[in-house]
C-alpha cells in the first residue's frame, strides 16, 4: 500500500471517519477490505462513495485511468467485502451495476464530487460502479 492511502486510513481510524487533505470536510468516506484475485491476501483500500439507501455505491475510477484498480479486480474475483464506515464495520457483498442504473448512479457522484466528470472524460473505458449490500 502507498503511504497517501496509509496516512488517509490511519487519520480515518483515528478521527472516526473523517480525513483531511483533498478529503476534508467529506463525510463519505470508507475503508474497504478485498480479498487480492492473485495473492489471496487481504488489500485495504480508502474510497469515497456515494450513499444509496440501504447500500452504499463505489465507483472504480482510478481517478480516470485507463485501467481498472486493482481493487475492482478483487471484487470481480470475489465479490465478499469488509467496509469501515465511521465507527462501524461491516460485512457486505459487491454488485456491479449495469445499463440505465449505472449511468444514473455515476451521474449521482458526479454530482457530489464533480471531479469524477473529469475521470469519465480522460479514459476510454466505461468506468465500473459496485452496489455494496450488507449481509
Given at each position: 500500500m502507498n503511504a497517501f492511502n496509509q496516512q488517509v486510513i490511519e487519520e480515518f481510524r483515528a478521527n472516526k471517519g473523517r480525513v483531511g487533505g483533498p478529503f476534508e470536510g467529506r463525510d463519505n468516506m470508507v475503508i474497504i477490505h478485498t480479498t487480492g484475485a492473485r495473492s489471496g491476501r487481504t488489500i485495504t483500500n480508502p474510497l469515497v462513495y456515494l450513499p444509496d439507501g440501504d447500500r452504499i455505491v463505489l465507483i472504480a475510477?482510478?481517478?480516470?485511468?485507463?485501467?481498472?484498480?486493482?481493487?475492482?479486480?478483487n471484487l470481480v474475483a470475489d465479490p465478499a467485502i469488509t467496509?469501515?464506515?465511521?465507527?462501524e464495520t461491516y460485512e457486505g457483498r459487491a454488485e456491479l451495476v449495469h445499463g440505465q442504473e449505472r449511468v444514473e448512479l455515476y451521474d449521482r457522484m458526479v454530482a457530489?464530487?464533480?471531479?469524477?466528470?473529469?475521470?469519465?472524460d480522460k479514459t476510454s473505458r466505461e468506468i465500473p460502479v459496485f452496489a455494496v449490500y450488507r449481509k
Open positions: 475510477s482510478n481517478g480516470g485511468a485507463d485501467k481498472h484498480p486493482a481493487w475492482y479486480h467496509i469501515e464506515l465511521g465507527e457530489l464530487i464533480p471531479g469524477f466528470a473529469e475521470y469519465r
